[in-house]
């Protein structure tokens, strides 16, 4: 069964600091991961999708990157933003019809 | 992006009564939607993953009695919490996928259950 952990659960940085969110997962054989946003009460935001054959995507000021043989992925965000702060949770998915699971999530405060 | 309308935002019922709760996919044929919830601080638990026409799956520990879903087009699947309990109260959030590839999955912006 596959598992996934998000370190660290929680993370304040002042504006303006580079920071990297941690995802792990168990099982290598994955389809694709895929990063969120979520912010208070809200739904999730799509914000970077790693197919299991790409290492990186960048969009932005935003950088995930894949290892699956070592079941790692990470999210470097760039010059953080007070509106950077929320909930980010990494997804696993383990075929091409197969559903996801869910990280924890790593809640993620900028202080201006 | 691909848009995701989930109906409605919040709700406050009666306990027993039920409440049902729309995913759309405005602007995709959804083949695949899933079904979560979500206790505060938490990470979203999948309660249950449906495809259009045939009958949901659902994850281990949920009453599908409980919480109906019907996938009934591609672009509307909805979720019916049946007698709900003030144990049933959580976020309630759908997703969606246009196919099997290496499509995105979208979310709806979730459903607030408050059973009294």
């Known amino acids: 069964k596959q598992e996934v952990t998000q370190i660290p659960a929680a993370l304040s940085v002042p504006e303006g600091e580079n920071l990297v969110l941690n995802c792990s997962f168990t099982?290598?054989?994955?389809?694709?991961l895929q990063w969120f946003r979520q912010d208070p009460g809200k739904g999730l935001t799509s914000l970077l999708l790693i197919q299991s054959s790409q290492r990186e995507q960048t969009s932005g000021r935003l950088n995930a990157s894949l290892d699956k043989s070592s079941g790692r992925s990470t999210l470097y965000i760039a010059a953080s933003q007070p509106g950077d702060s929320a909930t980010y949770l990494c997804?696993?998915?383990?075929?091409?019809?197969?559903?996801?699971?869910f990280g924890d999530g790593t809640t993620l405060t900028v202080k201006p | 992006g691909a848009v995701v309308s989930q109906h409605p935002s919040r709700v406050i019922c009666k306990s027993g009564t039920s409440v049902k709760i729309e995913c759309r996919s405005l602007?995709?044929?959804?083949?695949?939607m899933f079904w979560y919830r979500q206790f505060p601080k938490q990470s979203l638990m999948l309660m249950a993953t449906?495809?259009?026409?045939?009958?949901?799956?659902?994850e281990q520990g949920v009453e599908k009695d409980k919480f109906l879903i019907n996938h009934a087009s591609l672009t509307l699947s909805t979720l019916t919490v049946t007698s709900a309990h003030p144990e049933d109260s959580s976020f309630y959030i759908c997703?969606?996928?246009?196919?099997?590839?290496?499509?995105?999955?979208?979310f709806g912006s979730g459903t607030q259950l408050s059973v009294l």
């Open positions: 449906s495809n259009e026409g045939s009958k949901a799956t659902y």
């Open positions: 997703s969606a996928r246009a196919g099997t590839g290496n499509e995105k999955l979208f």
């Open positions: 997804a696993v998915r383990e075929t091409n019809a197969g559903k996801s699971t």
């Open positions: 099982d290598s054989a994955i389809y694709n």
């Open positions: 602007d995709f044929q959804a083949t695949t």
